[in-house]
Nanobody, 124 residues
Framework: QVQLVESGGGLVQAGGSLRLSCAASGRTFSLYGAGWFRRAPGKEREFVAAISWSGGRTVYTDSVKGRFTISRDNAKNTVYLQMNMLKPEDTAVYYC?????????????????WGQGTQVTVSS
């Protein structure tokens, strides 16, 4: 079993930055691929970024490329999402997830473990 806890969300002005953290329990987390998803008000949960177990491969949705960076520290069992140049349309609840396939998955259904989410609000 893996439990995920996100932190780092908050209120920020457009153009600002936030760093989300996802702390995982469980010895096997370092072998799992991980990802960040988000759900904006009135919308479906969508893929944001993913990282392979080693950190050697990362994938991003087009709308965040060049602004967001996903990374991980397996010694700390933690995955991060650095978000720069934030826009009001980035406002959403952000979820961390882990998949047992070890790869950088973009499909929501591939993820087995989910955190409870952290709110990010970007004001204009």
């Amino acid at each position: 079993q893996v439990q995920l806890v996100e932190s780092g969300g908050g209120l920020v002005q457009a153009g600002g930055s936030l760093r989300l953290s996802c702390a995982a329990s469980g010895r096997t987390f370092s072998l799992y691929g991980a990802g960040w998803f988000r759900r904006a008000p009135g919308k479906e949960r969508e893929f944001v970024a993913a990282i392979s177990w080693s950190g050697g491969r990362t994938v991003y949705t087009d709308s965040v490329k060049g602004r967001f960076t996903i990374s991980r520290d397996n010694a700390k069992n933690t995955v991060y999402l650095q978000m720069n140049m934030l826009k009001p349309e980035d406002t959403a609840v952000y979820y961390c997830a882990a998949n047992t396939g070890s790869v950088a998955e973009i499909e929501l259904k591939a993820y087995r473990y989910w955190g409870q989410g952290t709110q990010v609000t970007v004001s204009s």
